[in-house]
């Protein structure tokens, strides 16, 4: 039986409240959920994890002074898979605001169907990157 890619339903909310929690902290944070297409090079890149889900967990290997801090996590079958994970940075343009993590986020997100999402050091503001583009929103 081929492995559930992604994230059920009851596991968003631990994602969702890690990603406000960072919000309100500015710490900055890259979380790339897996949808159909594969990531194994991206999960290759990094540190395995294999844990389960928790709000705690994401914000601890977001925590600035983390081993893993830096790079992706990677989220697949409702298990945090690897963190530390390098992402292909985009060739486009992007506008000047754009860090790092944003264009690591659109990188990836034009080679493959995983939604990345994003917490900015610089402003909390949370961002998702699916099929090539960012949407923001300001401070949920």
């Known amino acids: 039986s081929k492995s559930h890619a992604g994230l059920d339903a009851a596991y968003v909310d631990p994602v969702v ?31 395995t994890v294999d844990a389960v889900i928790s709000t705690s967990l994401i914000k ?23 963190a530390k994970c390098v992402l292909p940075s985009t060739k486009s343009e992007v506008p000047l605001s754009f860090g790092m993590r944003h264009r690591a986020a659109l990188g990836l997100s034009a080679v493959s169907d995983a939604v990345v999402v994003i917490v900015s050091e610089e402003t909390g503001n949370i961002s998702v990157a699916h099929n090539g583009k960012i949407l923001s929103l300001i401070h949920i």
């Open 60 to 82: 601890n290997l977001f925590f600035k002074n983390s081993p893993l801090h830096d790079g992706a996590v990677v989220i697949d079958n409702n298990r945090i898979v690897a």
């Open 17 to 47: 409240q890690a990603c406000a929690d960072m919000s309100v902290s500015n710490t900055g944070a890259l979380i790339v959920i897996r949808m159909d297409g594969g990531l194994q090079e991206v999960i290759d890149s990094g540190v």
